[in-house]
């Protein structure tokens, strides 16, 4: 049996230290489901990536377009940002720089790679987000779960569920030691986040006009918390411009992780008549 290569990058970081890492497995023709599930597991991180052969008429240059899917420890997501970033930062070590195109389950997502003072970025652009309206009961039991009272939500980010690949409830926070006091109830908050197809909670507090830091709960995924989270910075970025927070065209940074000890940084960018959204970050190999 053929030897399958796991390796381990970090996204939204130069730093392995930082950032997010992601198990990455440049081939994996020949692995089942199951297969894929246990290789998550073993490596623990929030999600490991995937890839086998394009389906046939992906656009994309031949050699530079695959097949994703995205595991966490504990079941199969429909998308990930920064397992993405770290696949693609590890292509372009591989094949160099320029223009990739993923299928994903979620939709085609185009990354662009490139190279910054010897640390390669990629810059992903997401499929096309929308924002929701969630029940004051599932709000009621989302602050429940999460231990906090509705009067430390911040009035300016109206409760809502974000989409840009996969679905994330976007709650403000009233300061910044609100953000980092966290301490849930795993189980219960698992038990809402799968009855509403959820991937995560994001929760924000916002620092300036254009700088925010974020966090994201993940029970459903079998992690307390994502480091640092692309698809639902993408999902920020969409929530932000509908609800008139940012202009349209904006550049936005967002803070993951320094809560947990792994900084990390996103840049989201919003684009005057189109209403995907484009995340980049950094990345570098875990040695």
Known sequence: MTKIEVLRYTAFSRDPEGGNPAGVVLD???????????????????????????????????????TVRYFSPRAEVPFCGHATVATSVALGERIGTGDLVFATRSGTVPVTVSEENGVLRATLTTVEPRVEDIADEDLAEAL?????????????????????????LVLGAATRERLADLAYDFDRLGALMRRLDLTTVQLVWR?????????????????????ATGAAAGAFGAYARELGLVPAASVLTLHQGADMGRPGELTVELCEGDQRVRVTGAGVRIP
């Open 28 to 66: 994996a023709e020949g692995l089942d489901d199951d297969a894929m599930l246990a290789i998550a597991a073993e490596l623990g991180y929030s999600e490991s990536a995937f890839l086998t052969a394009p389906p046939e008429g992906l656009a994309g240059e031949p050699g530079r377009a695959f």
């Open 144 to 168: 429940a779960a999460l231990d906090w009272p509705a009067a430390d939500l911040d009035p300016a980010f109206p409760p809502r569920i974000a989409f840009a690949g996969a679905r994330h």
């Open 207 to 227: 620092e300036s006009a254009t700088v925010f830091h974020v966090r994201d709960p993940f029970p459903v995924g079998g992690v307390v918390e994502d480091p």
